[in-house]
Structures are given as C-alpha cells and as structure tokens.
C-alpha cells in the first residue's frame, strides 16, 4: 500500500493556501458587526488580545472560504448591473466603538450582507417560513445605521443550488434596533 501514497494532495494544497492567506491575527480593537453571534466573552478577551484556546480547523477555514468565493462571485455579477457598486464598504462607529465592513453598497443607497448556507439548513430555512438569524440582521443594520442608509439586504445563497433568499431589513425596525443596542 505504502506504493499508493500520493505525491501531491489537492486537499492539501488547499489547507495549506487558506491557512497562508489568514497570516497573523490582527489585533482586535473595536467592536465588530460580523462577530455579533459570537460568544461575547470571545470576543471581549479577543479585545483584551487573549489568543483563542482552539485555532480554527482546515475544515473551518475551509467553509469561510467557500463563503468569500461565493460573495466574491455575487458581488461580480451585481456590478455588472448596478450603476454603482462598493464592496467591502468600511464601517466605523466611534461614539459605540464599532468597526467593521458591510459586504457592499449598491447604487449608494441599499446595504448588503451576503451569506452562504448549505442547501439542507437553507431549504429548511425556506419550508419552514422561518426568517434569517437574528445575529446576520444586527451585523446588517448595524451598517445600515452606520452608512445612514435606510434599508438593507440580507441575501442568503444556498451552496448546492444557487438558490437566493432575500430579506430586506429597515432602519426603523425596532426589534432589531433594540437588539443590536
């Protein structure tokens, strides 16, 4: 068997890139939208520069990566359809310590946040008629006020099937309002 052994792995030309393209851990600062849904203790001793006791796995690295090609590939086609289109759209907030990005800003005026969900818990997600996580509509309308926009787009993308749920989000919803203050 030993003859079997492979002289080159894709999986691990795959491993090794992504875990390249994360480099050293910037230091955390401010207050970030897109960790909302995370464990706030995590996120206070990120701040404080503790390193977490578990690094991300290949496999996870691996699902956030599949989560910025399929970002990167909507945002190509929105572009070639909107008359004006930001990507990565910068977020500071100082009064409340918060920075961050929102996924993007089409035609100066609607608020984006791109995700991607495995087909299984997207179609569940839909049959279900159950909304998006509340955590994604805070990440959301924390850019929306921030960029001073009145409304936003929650766009969720199944992985297998290219399917798109879109959730639009105001400015004045006050659940998400009080949850996200």
């Given at each position: 068997m030993e003859d079997l052994?492979?002289?080159?792995?894709?999986?691990?030309?795959i491993?090794?890139?992504?875990?390249?393209?994360?480099?050293?851990?910037?230091?955390?600062?401010?207050?970030?939208?897109?960790?909302?849904?995370s464990c706030r203790t995590g996120m206070y001793l990120e701040r404080m520069g503790v390193e977490?006791?578990?690094?991300?796995?290949?496999?996870?690295?691996?699902?956030?990566?599949?989560?910025?090609?399929?970002?990167?590939?909507?945002?190509?086609?929105?572009?070639?359809?909107?008359?004006?289109?930001?990507?990565?759209v910068r977020?500071?907030?100082?009064?409340?310590?918060v920075t961050g990005y929102a996924d993007a800003l089409v035609n100066d005026e609607l608020v984006y946040e791109f995700k991607s969900k495995h087909s299984k818990s997207f179609w569940?997600?839909?049959?279900?008629?159950?909304?998006?996580?509340?955590?994604n509509?805070?990440?959301?309308w924390l850019g929306i006020k921030i960029l001073g926009k009145k409304e936003g787009r929650l766009a969720i993308i199944s992985k297998d099937d290219l399917t798109?749920?879109?959730?639009?989000?105001?400015?004045?919803?006050e659940r998400i309002s009080e949850a996200a203050m």
């Open positions: 052994k492979p002289l080159f792995s894709v999986q691990n030309a491993d090794k890139s992504i875990a390249e393209e994360q480099g050293e851990r910037r230091k955390v600062t401010s207050w970030q939208p897109s960790r909302i849904g977490p006791d578990t690094p991300f796995d290949a496999r996870t690295l691996r699902v956030f990566q599949v989560g910025k090609i399929f970002e990167g590939w909507v945002s190509d086609l929105i572009k070639k359809q909107s008359t004006s289109y930001q990507t990565q977020l500071e907030w100082p009064e409340w310590d569940y997600m839909v049959n279900k008629g159950e909304g998006p996580n509340e955590n509509l805070i990440q959301l798109i749920a879109e959730f639009v989000l105001y400015l004045e919803n």
